[in-house]
Nanobody, 114 residues
């Protein structure tokens, strides 16, 4: 059974940084396009960053220049480095596979507040 396990969230002050991790028990992980999503209270889940099998990355305008997505295929792990965090980044963050129907993990809560 495919599992996605996110970790690394927490409470951070505005301007701070966090690094999220997602361990994925996926076959052929290295060939998959992975993404980080987030869902704030009362809002729809949104895609914030993607990384292709070749390492090409793409970001939502709201996080471009502040967030960096990366992957370690040997460890089947995707990372999201988040810098210059803002209160509006507060959300539950999830990772998932793009273009496939994979069950969501439990996510990791990120709260940006002074």
């Amino acid at each position: 059974q495919v599992q996605l396990v996110e970790s690394g969230g927490g409470l951070v002050q505005p301007g701070g940084s966090l690094r999220l991790s997602c361990a994925a028990s996926l076959r052929f992980f290295s060939g998959k396009v992975m993404g980080w999503y987030r869902q704030a209270p009362g809002k729809q889940r949104e895609l914030v960053a993607t990384i292709s099998s070749r390492g090409n990355t793409d970001y939502a305008d709201s996080v471009n220049g502040r967030f960096t997505i990366s992957r370690n295929n040997g460890r089947k792990t995707v990372f999201l480095q988040m810098n210059s965090l803002k209160p509006e980044d507060t959300a539950v963050y999830y990772c998932n596979v793009l273009y496939e129907n994979v069950a969501w993990g439990q996510g990791t809560q990120v709260t940006v507040s002074s």
